[in-house]
Structure formats: structure tokens, C-alpha cells
């Protein structure tokens, strides 16, 4: 495939060799491509291929694999998600996440599809990219620069460049730490930033010196765009996204008592509407803006210049999850301290669901009595916002007990003892995101079953398919998705639901296909993505094929944890969803029937032709083309 211009794939991996300094071009056979395509998918094939199961995820043995999403440098609306994999710190198991921006398709610019890397460097390095050229650069004189200052230094000899990087919290190893790129695009979950710290490497720097993909008739990409950018307007889904991010929800989810308070002791806040998005783009926005091509400008960038807290815009600003995870989960309703919290977390390089969900426990200690000031040097109940924003530095920094609470809630908690553990809300050792699975019950499933830990982006959510007129039945009808299912319903509808959306999500991250843009949450359509792939590929393709490329990579991601001794015990229901709501409509209600649950995970084994154990069937291994790949040794 070397060489190949007339399709986005470009036909070259970049291999780093980190302990020994070596660095090397892997051309792929064509079926490769043809299989695993981009993103997730390509990611999860290295991953298998290259790792052994009982790697130490924080030894030189793991593995960071970075792939380009198939559609990737296509100038389209929606489609610039990259892929980051590794073996997950925090899990145990597949570590895997995407970010939007404008590196993935910078790397694609360069001429490279994936970049994987090996071993461990003896002292801080990065990876720069100049188109086919790639070559090792000291980060030592910059390894304690927190991100700003480093992409600021590293720019001055890359002059433009796209910067991936880890900031301090990855360099200390912290477990949770993230990956971010322009300093407001993050592969936030699953603790990868610590793998690149472990390996010593800060960045990996790409720049291009041309912004397209030479050959590839992109004039119906071009069209698309310029339909998307309509419909953008008119979609009222996509103009609520683009008037106030995801931030929109808060709003919403506290009136339908559904926002996670107080470390989920409730689910209403009283201080909602001083964290609501409309506070934010009402006192503190600076400007909106968005990834690569995408007209949609979901992302807001906030700026405080006096007060207690002073905001810098370089570092964006908070979206839904992060302001309920350091806002409404930590009890504080002071959004300035929730914006400042936030750029902390930029700046130090952390994934702010993990943070603010360890910090939320930690309150929840302090209220308990199981921790005191002596333990963490000055006071840490709910609702403090000194603690909150003194507490994330800690933990960046390792002082205190943010040494402990770097480790994550589920680890802080075993050293803690017994009545902590009680208090930790974790789904595979990982933070739960802000959703509430009572309320919309396939966000159980997606955290019982999702190989990543606690995720909320690996299927469609239930509200999307309430009745006839939502958009997930209007606009994935051509899925073969029929009849509206209740949010609250756990049956076998909802299984089947799950099931067939969990493999679109996988499809959208292996094409590169952001999850917010797309239907059902946006207006870019199935028939335009698909329409996309096949300029890309540069031949026919189907839903059929790119689902199927979705399943596969689901099945890889189950192959790889029960290799890593990660079976069905983990596919259980997070404790707090098996007790009734407090607060709000739903109160005194909603507790999920763990019977029924694990009735549920054994019927979701079946429809995936998965045996009785969770073990994917020889048969369906065959009938996705990767039994080669995924022999398992033993059932779990
Ligand atoms: S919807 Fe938002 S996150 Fe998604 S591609 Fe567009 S700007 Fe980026």
C-alpha cells in the first residue's frame, strides 16, 4: 500500500522503539486495512498483536498505540477522532480512548496512519513528526513544565506543530492521568497518560507541511460539509450543542434528578443553576470553537481574569461531565472554583471524571470521619472549593494524601479499609461518569459490560429512543432500529438495543466519527458517514461492513481482558444503581434488580455469541475474521 495517494489510508505505520532509540516503518498488508480500518479498531490489532496479556501496564513492556481514525484529514463535519491504546493502569485491562482536534489528522497529513510505541526511554524524550520524517528530541530541560509552557517551548522549534503530550500528572505516574492535545482535546479516561509517563515520554509532536490528504477527491466530502453546516443550524440538537456544549445538561438532568451529587448520595443539587451551562456561557465564556472542519463548535473556551480564581482561556473550559464531577459531585456550586478546578486538571494533564470522582470520595471520607486534617492538611468536607482546587494540585503533585488519592478512588480505598470501600463507585476500579443508570437503564449495561471500566460513550443512551419522534428512531431506522424503547425498561428490547448500538459507537471510533456530531446526538447522517468511508477507501461499502468493523472491535477488547484474566466478574452492576434514588422525581424509586441485571449481561452473552461464561464463541471469532488473532487460552 506504500504510496497509495488516492485513498486517506497512507499505508504506513510508524514503529518507536524508546529503549533503544530505534525507530522503524511497518507497511501493512492491504488486509489489515481491510478489516480494522482506523481508530479503535486498528488500535485493538496492535494491541493483540504486540502485547503480552500479563504486561505491567506502568512497565516497559506495555505498548502505546495512537491510530488515526479512517476518516481522518477528510475535510468533513464530525470526523476527526484518533484513537490512544495501551493495557489500562486502572482497569487492568484494554485502556483505549479518543480525542477530537486537529492531530489525528495531522498525523494523517504526515503521511502515517498509526504510531505505535515500545519500551521505555532512560530520560524524558518526544516523538516529532515532520511529515515522513520522524526522530527522537531530549524532554528533559521541559519534563516539569506543566502543558501550556510545554507546548509553547516545543512550538518555538516546531513552528505550528500539533502537540500530544502528558503533562505532570502523567509524568508522576498518576493513574488517571490523560492525554491532551492543543491543550483542550483529551483521550481522557483509562489512565493512559500514565503509561507515557512511565515510558518517559512527554509528547509526540506532528507537523505537517501541507493540511491535505494529496489525491483524494475530497469535492463530495466538500459538499457534505457544506450541507452539514445547514442542517447544524436548523438541528435543534446541534444548535443547543454549539450554544452551550454538553454543559446544556446539567440543567436538565438536576431537574429530572438525575445529576450525581455529593458523591451520588443524591441526585438533585440545590446549586444547579450556579453550574449550569447557561451560567457559564451567560458569566464566564469567552468564545466558542471545535475540532477540524466540524461546524458544529461545540467546545467553549472560558476566561476569569480577577476574583478568587483567575481562569486562563488557553486551556478551553469545562464541559458537562467536568463540571458535574468537580461542581455538582463535590457538593460545590461555585462555578469559578469549577472552571479553575478544571484548567488545574488541563494543565496538569487528568482526566476530570476520574479527578473529580476521587475527590467527591475523598469528601465523603472527611464527612465519615475516616480521614481528618491531619491526613490531608487543611479541610476537605463537601462543598469547599479550596479543597477541591488545592486537592487537584495534590494530587498532580503527589503531596499529601493526594500521594493516596493519585492512586484512584478504588485503590485510595483498599488502603483505607472497609467503610471507605463502601463509599467508592467504581465500575472495573474505574470512576463512574455523570449518568444515572436508574434513569436510563443501558447505561448499566454500558458500564457492566464496557472492556474500558466505567464509560458512558460505548452505546447510544436510552433517552434517544424514548418514542416514535426521537431522533434515534427517525434517524437509525436504517439500522434496523424499529420500536421505541423506555429509558427505565430493562428487557430483552433494551438488551437488543444496546447490542446494536454498542456496535455503532465502535464503528464511530474506528472511523474517526465523533459521537456528538453524529445521529442519533447530532445531525450528520448515517448515509453521509457512509458516503465519507467510501471516499475514503475509494470503493463501495455498507452499514453492514463498517457495523461489523465495530463488532469486531468489540470482540477484540473481550479477547484482550479475558487474556488479561479479566472474565464475567466484572460484568456486574455498580452497587449504588441496586439502591433507590434520593431526591428528585424519581425518588424512593429506581433501585436496578441485580437478578434481573445479571438475567440481562447473560442474555447480551447470547445475542453476541458469546458463551455462558462471556467467552466469545470460536465460531463468531471465525465469522468476524480474527480467530488468528484471539485464540484464548482458557475460559474464564
Ligand atoms: S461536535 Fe464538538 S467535539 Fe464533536 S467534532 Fe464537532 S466540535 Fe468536535
Known sequence: ???????????????????????????????????????????????????????????????????????????????????????????????????????????????????????????????????????????????????????????????????????????????????????????????????????????????????????????????????????????????????????????GANAGGVLPTRNWTTTVFEHAADISGERLRDQFLKKRHGCFACPIRCKGTVEITEGKWVVDPAFGGPEFESIAALGSLCGVGDMSAVCKANELCNRFGMDTISAGATIAFAMHCWEEGIITKDDVGYDLPFGTSEGLVQMVEDIAEKRRLGELLSEGSFRAAEKLGIRAQTLCRHARKQELPMHDARAKTGMALQYALSPRGADHWIAQHDPFFKDESSPGLTELAPLGINEPVDPKDLGPRKVQLFHQTQMLCSAYDTLGVCTLAAVARSAISLEEIRQMVEIAIGRKTSWYELLKCGERAVNMARVFNLRAGIGKEGDVLPEIFAANMRGGPGSGSGAIDTEKFRESVALFYRMSGWDENGVPAQAKLIELGISELTEIEASK
Open 1 to 251: 500500500l506504500s504510496g497509495v495517494t488516492e485513498t486517506a489510508i497512507q499505508g504506513r505505520i510508524l514503529h518507536v522503539d524508546l529503549s533503544a532509540g530505534k525507530l522503524w516503518t511497518e507497511i501493512p498488508e492491504q488486509r489489515q486495512y481491510r478489516r480494522f480500518l482506523g481508530g479503535r479498531a486498528l488500535a485493538l490489532y496492535f494491541l493483540l498483536r504486540e502485547l503480552k496479556p500479563e504486561a505491567d501496564p506502568l512497565g516497559p513492556e506495555n505498548i502505546v498505540v495512537i491510530a488515526a481514525g479512517l476518516l481522518n484529514g477528510l475535510p468533513g463535519p464530525g470526523i476527526p477522532k484518533f484513537s490512544i491504546a495501551s493495557k489500562s493502569p486502572i482497569t487492568g485491562g484494554v485502556g483505549e480512548s479518543e480525542a477530537g482536534g486537529f492531530w489525528g489528522p495531522a498525523l494523517r497529513f504526515c503521511g502515517w496512519d498509526a504510531v505505535v510505541i515500545h519500551g521505555r526511554a532512560a530520560k524524558p524524550v518526544y516523538l516529532a513528526i515532520r511529515d515522513q520524517e520522524a526522530y527522537l528530541e531530549s524532554a528533559e530541560p521541559t519534563a516539569r513544565m506543566d502543558t501550556k509552557q510545554f507546548q509553547e517551548q516545543v512550538r518555538q522549534q516546531h513552528q505550528d506543530a500539533r502537540v500530544l503530550q502528558i503533562g505532570l500528572a502523567g509524568m508522576n505516574c498518576v493513574r488517571f492521568a490523560n492525554v491532551v492535545n492543543d491543550l483542550s482535546f483529551f483521550n481522557g479516561r483509562n489512565g493512559l497518560g500514565a503509561v507515557w509517563g512511565s515510558k518517559n515520554l512527554r509528547a509526540v509532536v506532528v507537523q505537517p507541511s501541507k493540511r491535505t490528504l494529496g489525491g483524494v477527491d475530497t469535492t463530495k466530502v466538500v459538499e457534505i460539509a457544506r450541507e452539514a453546516s445547514k442542517k447544524a443550524q436548523k438541528n435543534p440538537l446541534s444548535s443547543a450543542l454549539h450554544e452551550l456544549g454538553t454543559a446544556g445538561g446539567i440543567a
